[in-house]
């Protein structure tokens, strides 16, 4: 099963034209960011996910998924729901 999250557009960050996407599978945790011509995408395995944190700020709250080999994901502008629903699942 899948979940896919999209930052909110409003919340800065460079999020207006391209918001940051979160997709969370049984095996990998995929980070997207769209750009003019094409993404940039990271994946973990979600074996390797070595922690899971959450900044949270006044409206929006903001990722930081660090894995075992040293590789950081930080994906920025999800609802505070959101943000702790993303940490819920990757701590399972």
């Known amino acids: 099963m899948a979940y896919e999250f999209t930052a909110s557009r409003v919340s800065g ?3 207006a034209v391209f918001p ?3 997709i969370i599978t049984d095996e990998h945790v995929i980070y997207r960011k769209s750009r003019v011509i094409g993404y940039k995408e990271t994946k973990i395995r979600l074996s390797s996910v070595g922690s899971v944190s959450v900044r949270q700020h006044l409206l929006f709250a903001d990722i930081i998924i660090e894995s075992k080999g040293g590789n950081v994901i930080e994906a920025r502008g ?3 729901g959101e943000a702790r629903e ?5 701590e399972e």
């Open 13 to 15: 960050d460079g999020n």
């Open 20 to 22: 940051d996407k979160l």
């Open 78 to 80: 999800f609802s505070r």
């Open 86 to 90: 993303i940490a819920d699942l990757l």
